[in-house]
């Protein structure tokens, strides 16, 4: 096993041609096998992006069953879905450009224990937002989550550290729209929709606090730009706050309450806080 830590931001073929002595096509081989794990997720495409102070790894010999056992970390699993803890800098599914996503690494981890299975989009999470993420086994379950899920969630909540000391609770209620650009938002014009955000602070200092947040609606980078809007950015949130040097963006899913279509029943799904998040005060 080779581990490399990356200094610069660059293509990962570029990091492993300078660390490892094979041609494109092997070095191409190995991701495509699986061999190729940045921040212990798997990285299909050598054109992937990585930045500084990420860990490759590149692994000698693999065992599929243990190594997807390793790096996804499931809360919940049944014939019908799968409950997982995102982490950070890894995308819920795949975007445009076809950047490796967290939705096919589940897809491999449940292909192998059944050939004929398949996973399904319930909901998101933005990509640098860690925590509860929910998938489907079955497009009769997802459809029933997906066509329902505003009535089926009964929380969302997050724990989120912001620019800025708020020693009050709040709530924040504007309506948000998506730009061509695919940024988000407030407004009130044609198109727009409701969103509404109530959060309470947990502790604080004179430069940061943080927050318990629970969404009431769920658009888009909601959190982001709500907090963005009253002059509290979320920390490490360099789309819609300040473009510091933090090594994450502080917000995390940390609980989902949903009723489960079938019967009927509360389910409750829970994620711990990385440990980012308690020293980040120290």
């Known amino acids: 096993?080779?581990?490399?830590?990356v200094t610069r931001k660059c293509v990962l073929k570029d990091i492993l041609e300078e660390n490892i002595n094979k041609s494109k096509n092997n070095l191409k081989t190995l991701c495509e096998n699986d061999l190729v794990l940045v921040n212990n997720m798997i990285v299909k495409k050598l054109n992937y992006i990585v930045?500084?102070?990420d860990e490759i790894i590149v692994k000698d010999k693999y065992i599929k069953d243990k190594i997807y056992k390793k790096i996804i970390d499931i809360i919940?699993?049944?014939?019908?879905?799968?409950?997982?803890?995102?982490?950070?800098?890894?995308?819920?599914i795949n975007d445009e450009k076809k950047h490796y996503s967290l939705y096919n690494i589940v897809s491999n981890y449940v292909k192998i224990k059944n050939k004929n299975n398949k996973i399904y989009v319930i909901h998101r999470l933005d990509r640098d937002t860690?925590?509860?993420?929910?998938?489907?086994?079955?497009m009769k379950i997802k459809n029933l989550y997906q066509n329902n899920y505003n009535e089926l969630v009964k929380v969302r909540e997050y724990i989120g550290i912001i620019h800025g000391k708020i020693i009050k609770s709040g709530e924040i209620t504007k309506n948000l729209?998506?730009?061509?650009?695919?940024?988000?938002?407030?407004?009130?014009k044609l198109g727009s929709y409701r969103a509404i955000t109530q959060y309470k602070p947990i502790k604080y200092n004179n430069k940061y606090s943080m927050l318990n947040i629970k969404i009431l609606t769920g658009r888009k980078n909601q959190i982001r730009v709500h907090m963005a809007s009253i002059d509290h950015p979320i920390v490490g949130d360099r789309k819609y706050g300040?473009?510091?040097?933090?090594?994450?963006?502080y917000l995390h899913a940390s609980k989902l309450v949903i009723m489960n279509p079938i019967?009927?029943?509360i389910m409750e799904f829970n994620s711990d806080l990385p440990q980012a998040f308690y020293t980040f005060f120290n």
């Open 76 to 92: 919940y699993e049944d014939k019908d879905i799968i409950v997982l803890n995102k982490p950070d800098k890894l995308l819920s």
């Open 1 to 5: 096993m080779i581990t490399i830590k």
């Open 130 to 138: 860690s925590g509860v993420i929910m998938f489907a086994k079955n």
């Open 177 to 188: 729209i998506e730009e061509k650009d695919g940024y988000v938002h407030t407004s009130n």
């Open 263 to 265: 019967t009927n029943k």
């Open 51 to 53: 930045d500084v102070d």
């Open 242 to 249: 300040i473009k510091d040097n933090k090594n994450r963006m």
